[in-house]
Every structure is written in structure tokens, then in C-alpha cells.
């Protein structure tokens, strides 16, 4: 059993950042591959980051590359999503989400357990 909270969230203005933190539970948490989510009001949930159990890989939706970063300490039972250049389609509830491989997947169906999530406002 993994449980996952998220914090960080908030609202900030366009071209700003934030740091969101997912926290993690359990002593087995270097063997989950995680991912971010997010759902935007009216819409539905959706890929954002996923990093592998190891740190060694990970990928991005194309709406984010090359402005959010997605990480992890093992050490700290904690991944991480460094947003910057934030948008205000960028504002959505952003979810964690962990699952027991090695690698990460964009199929949220195939995450094993999720946080409560924690909301971004980004204004224009």
C-alpha cells in the first residue's frame, strides 16, 4: 500500500513558477515508476510527466516539455514537478500517481494508486 500527498500548489501569475511535491509512504517506494496528472475544469484528466523508479528516464506531454520538470529522491520518498513559464491553460488540479514498474506510462489506467491532488491558478 502507497499513499501519495501532494503539496505546493497555488496561484501565480503567467511566466511564473511553482514546485509541486508528492510525498510518498512506505519503504518501497523506489520500486514505482510515478507520474503527474492534472484535470482542468470541464475536462478530463490528463498526462503530464512520468519519471522510473530509478530517475533515469523520463518523459513529458507535449504541452509541458521544455517548461515543467519531473523528478525524484528516492531517499526522500518524494517526486517533484518544477513548473516554469506557467500558462493559464496550465491551471488544472495536479495529481501524483504511482505504479509498480520500472518504467512510467501515460495510461493513467495502469497507475496502482493516486493523491488527493493539489490545485494551480495561473492567471493572465
Known amino acids: 500500500q502507497v499513499q501519495l500527498v501532494e503539496s505546493g500548489g497555488g496561484l501565480v501569475q503567467a511566466g511564473g513558477s511553482l514546485r509541486l511535491s508528492c510525498a510518498a509512504s512506505?519503504?518501497?517506494?523506489?520500486?514505482?515508476?510515478m507520474g503527474w496528472f492534472r484535470q482542468a475544469p470541464g475536462k478530463e484528466r490528463e498526462f503530464v510527466a512520468a519519471?522510473?523508479?530509478?530517475?533515469?528516464?523520463?518523459s513529458y506531454a507535449d504541452s509541458v516539455k521544455g517548461r515543467f520538470t519531473i523528478s525524484r529522491v528516492n531517499a526522500k520518498n518524494t517526486v517533484y514537478l518544477q513548473m516554469n513559464s506557467l500558462k493559464p491553460e496550465d491551471t488544472a488540479v495536479y495529481y501524483c500517481?504511482?505504479?509498480?514498474?520500472?518504467?512510467?506510462?501515460?495510461?493513467?489506467?495502469?497507475?496502482?494508486?493516486w493523491g488527493q491532488g493539489t490545485q494551480v491558478t495561473v492567471s493572465s
Open positions: 500517481a504511482a505504479v509498480q514498474s520500472m518504467s512510467g506510462t501515460v495510461f493513467q489506467g495502469e497507475y496502482d494508486y
Open positions: 512506505g519503504r518501497t517506494f523506489s520500486s514505482y515508476a
Open positions: 519519471i522510473s523508479w530509478s530517475g533515469g528516464s523520463t
